[in-house]
């Protein structure tokens, strides 16, 4: 998170508020700068268009991965892989969390 605010020009706070919601009317200058820096269109930023997954990860089970780490906030951390990670990877770095955790869930929710 730290590594896009910084891209973007904004703090870590702003990044949170915008994913949270709790920060609706963006500023033009940091949608654009947002969007470069997710690789993704300011239409989808602005929800006007759907992304086209497939554009960013190029491993179809990546994206995938991508998508439940997202969506689980204990995983988040995770959530800056590349776009050349393979499934595999990611999945062996969820379950060392899981682990360490004490989790024992073998289940990508994918």
């Known amino acids: 998170m730290k590594e896009l605010a910084d891209l973007v020009g904004v703090s870590e706070g702003t990044i949170s508020r915008w994913e949270s919601g709790d920060i609706a009317n963006m500023r033009r200058d940091k949608i654009v700068s947002l969007a470069k820096a997710l690789k993704l269109s300011p239409a989808v930023i602005m929800e006007w268009e759907e992304s086209d997954d497939d554009s960013y990860y190029i491993d179809k089970e990546a994206r995938?991965?991508?998508?439940?780490?997202?969506?689980?906030?204990?995983?988040?951390?995770?959530?800056?892989?590349?776009?050349?990670?393979?499934?595999?990877?990611?999945?062996?770095?969820?379950?060392?969390?899981?682990?360490?955790?004490?989790?024992?869930n073998d289940d990508t929710g994918a």
């Open 64 to 104: 995938e991965y991508a998508e439940f780490l997202y969506k689980n906030p204990e995983y988040r951390v995770l959530f800056d892989a590349s776009r050349n990670v393979k499934a595999e990877d990611i999945d062996f770095v969820r379950q060392m969390i899981d682990r360490l955790g004490g989790k024992n």
